[in-house]
């Protein structure tokens, strides 16, 4: 069953999404930006992509955090053992998805390329491909 997250307006989607790159598994990484950042990332259900023009379901894995402003940040692999989320972007490891501002979200970039886990971060640049992936997961 795919996770569904209720959003009060469309000002609720996020506009800032990280590319991370890392040879590193979901949790360490997740564990290494909780220790950076003080998010607290924890494990949710997977992420479920159909892939068009097949009856194919892949899942990856996903965690969530809504901090005390209600702020929600997500991380998202963008591979798996069978797909990649996003093939434009195939050395992309990991998708942060943040409602930062973007003065915030360049603090967070900083932070997170300090791990020793986490090879390199930045900006992607939010466009239909990213927005419709994601829009399944912000839609009422």
Request: hydrophobic letters at 40%; a positive charge.
């Amino acid at each position: 069953m795919k996770k569904k997250i209720k959003v009060s307006s469309i000002s609720d989607f996020p506009k800032n999404f990280i590319g991370i790159s890392s040879h590193f598994k979901e949790i360490q990484v997740a564990w290494s930006i909780n220790n950076l950042t003080k998010l607290n990332f924890s494990k949710t259900e997977d992420f479920h992509k159909e892939i068009k023009g097949t009856d194919a379901v892949f899942h990856f894995s996903m965690f969530r955090y809504i901090d005390d402003q209600n702020f929600k940040h997500y991380l998202i692999t963008n591979k798996n053992n069978d797909a990649i989320l996003f093939p434009r972007y195939k050395t992309i490891d990991y998708i942060f998805i943040s409602n930062v501002t973007d003065e915030k979200l360049k603090t967070i970039i900083n932070t997170i390329s300090k791990s020793k886990m986490i090879i390199g971060s930045f900006i992607l640049p939010v466009n239909n491909l990213i927005s419709k992936t994601f829009k399944d997961l912000f839609e009422d």
